[in-house]
């Protein structure tokens, strides 16, 4: 049995005669106040009621009239009828009615009335007499009971107070010399005597806790006496494993200390390795802002001031699992500042070539129109084929150096914000009033719901703008001819505006929604005319994000799409 069970079936026998010992105390009680009640209720009131009419018998002629000595011995007759309790009582209290008859006859006729009034009194005597008896026995009887009572009570009281007594002396050695000896045996096991062994006969907690004893120090035992040089050979092997490694690794286990650290890490943290292995690496932290930053950081990649100069590094955390529970963790910061550098001069790079692009391309533009001039002279049907085409392709690369300085721009941060307090109608307006001229060119027309009820956003006009044109332009360029394109605007919640744009193009599968917004991604079976460079949505999901605000997409085959985003009521 389990020593709960054990403490659960003691505490319950106590509780078990405290509450037979109170039970039987209250029966008794009980018992005595019914005997006392008795006593009170029958015999007492009997005797007053035959002492009222003696006094009224003797007092006849002398204080009270006939009429009110007949009354008050009518009154307590009757009342003694209706207390008969012992035997013998009722004839004599019948006899006591048939001779108050008589009298009462005798007085009427002013009889003499001594007869009737001395067998009355001999009759209230016998009464009294059986009554006095009767409250002498029943006296006795609850003088039984009390005694009874207290030989009881006081046995049960006296047994639970032994088995209390019995309980409060061995309880405490029967928990306290289990741990005793299991301190003892711990003591041994630190001291490295892992013979040691505990032996507990009980089969409750205690063995249980023995048993788990002695197979610890059976295991470690085994792991004392196995090829302790080869684990540390192993350990020594991994520790110049990681020390010659580059990037800045950190071990903690399950319990945030810090378990092992590279070289690397160190010279990052400016600690030296003896002063970071085995200790609270919280602590450490509080101190030491990089390691603050490693341990709490969100974003994947970090700048830390190393080696006299800014460098950038991805953080990677590794868990350590051990049979599906987590024993540890490592934090490992690759230097990517080389690729950083190299991916900046890319973006710089494009971000000149798209610029120098953007002035031959607009001169281009503006020779197209000069030829398609009847001024200049005249041009046939092949021709103005010809100049088309070279305008749509000018016009394309236009738009796509456009968004190639939009991406440098986002990419090197600095995104120019001019953030003001406008009516969403405003960017609707801007946005579809550009887009109209495309969309009349397939028969498709645009639906607006924008209340004017609706708050002013927080917003950049123009950028905002953008982004809604984008949206509309996708949605158009995907959208079959004399179809609608829906653009609405509500209220999400009390804090931001929801912008969206509602097409009936063929949809976008499921498997690529997450990755829509991605850079350079195209939702592959596209044909070549509907395609772009994949950059739109990125620019767009960058702009609406850097203005607080969130972009997101719903749609299904065959349902088309909707793209909505949401600004920051101003």
């Not at 107070?161 to 289990?178: K, Q």
């Not at 709490?296 to 350590?320: C, G, P, W």
């Not at 529970?325 to 001069?345: M, P, R, W, Y």
């Not at 953007?358 to 020779?367: G, L, N, Q």
Request: charged share 25%; proline share 2%; with cysteine.
């Amino acid at each position: 049995m389990s020593i709960k069970n054990k403490l659960r079936a003691g505490i319950t026998f106590l509780f078990l005669m405290a509450l037979i010992a109170a039970g039987l105390a209250a029966y008794y009680l009980n018992r005595l106040s019914a005997d006392s009640k008795d006593i009170l209720k029958d015999n007492y009131r009997t005797l007053i009621y035959t002492k009222n009419i003696s006094e009224a018998l003797d007092n006849a002629n002398r204080t009270y009239t006939v009429a009110t000595q007949t009354a008050i011995i009518e009154k307590n007759l009757i009342a003694q009828e209706h207390n008969i309790t012992e035997r013998g009582e009722r004839e004599l209290t019948g006899d006591l009615r048939l001779n108050f008859e008589r009298y009462k006859t005798a007085l009427s006729r002013h009889e003499p009335t001594s007869t009737y009034s001395n067998t009355m009194k001999n009759l209230l005597y016998g009464i009294m007499q059986l009554n006095m008896a009767a409250i002498e026995r029943k006296d006795k009887t609850a003088a039984n009971t009390a005694n009874t009572a207290v030989i009881i009570v006081s046995f049960i009281g006296s047994l639970c107070f032994l088995i209390a007594f019995t309980f409060m002396i061995n309880f405490p050695g029967y928990i306290a010399n289990p741990i005793a000896e299991l301190t003892q045996g711990i003591k041994a096991i630190a001291g490295k005597d892992y013979k040691k062994r505990i032996a507990f006969s009980a089969k409750d907690e205690f063995g249980e806790l023995a048993d788990a004893f002695n197979q610890m120090a059976r295991q470690l035992d085994i792991y004392e006496n196995s090829s302790l040089a080869s684990i540390l050979l192993e350990k020594k092997r991994i520790e110049t494993i990681i020390n010659s490694m580059h990037d800045a690794i950190i071990g903690l286990d399950d319990k945030m200390f810090i378990v092992f650290v590279n070289k690397v890490a160190c010279n990052l943290m400016g600690i030296s390795e003896e002063k970071l292995v085995g200790e609270y690496a919280p602590d450490i932290a509080l101190e030491n802002d990089l390691l603050r930053n490693i341990l709490h950081a969100d974003q994947t990649r970090m700048k830390i001031f190393a080696d006299n100069r800014e460098s950038y590094f991805t953080r990677e955390v590794l868990d350590v699992v051990n049979e599906n529970t987590s024993t540890g963790k490592v934090i490992i910061l690759k230097n990517i500042t080389e690729f950083q550098q190299l991916d900046e001069a890319k973006t710089n790079f494009i971000a000149t070539i798209s610029h120098e692009l953007k002035t031959p391309i607009s001169a281009i533009k503006m020779s197209l129109k000069l030829l398609e001039d009847d001024r200049i002279g005249a041009i046939n049907a092949e021709q103005k084929q010809l100049l088309q085409n070279i305008e749509d392709d000018a016009r394309r690369l236009l738009q796509i150096t456009g968004e190639l300085l939009d991406m440098a721009q986002i990419e090197t941060g600095k995104i120019q914000l001019n953030f003001g307090s406008t009516h969403p109608q405003n960017i609707v307006n801007y946005a579809v009033q550009a887009i109209r001229f495309i969309a009349d060119q397939k028969n498709i027309s645009i639906q607006v719901d924008c209340p004017d009820t609706l708050p002013t956003v927080r917003a950049d006009l123009d950028k905002s703008t953008w982004v809604l044109l984008n949206l509309l332009s996708n949605a158009i360029k995907y959208s079959p001819e004399k179809s609608t394109v829906k653009v609405s605007v509500q209220r999400a919640s009390n804090n931001s505006i929801q912008f969206s744009v509602k097409d009936h193009g063929q949809g976008i599968d499921a498997r690529y929604l997450s990755r829509i917004f991605e850079r350079y991604f195209k939702v592959p079976g596209g044909s070549p005319d509907k395609t772009g460079t994949g950059l739109g949505l990125a620019i767009a999901k960058d702009f609406i994000e850097a203005q607080g605000g969130s972009i997101n997409v719903e749609s299904e085959i065959g349902d088309g799409s909707k793209f909505y985003f949401l600004l920051p009521v101003g």
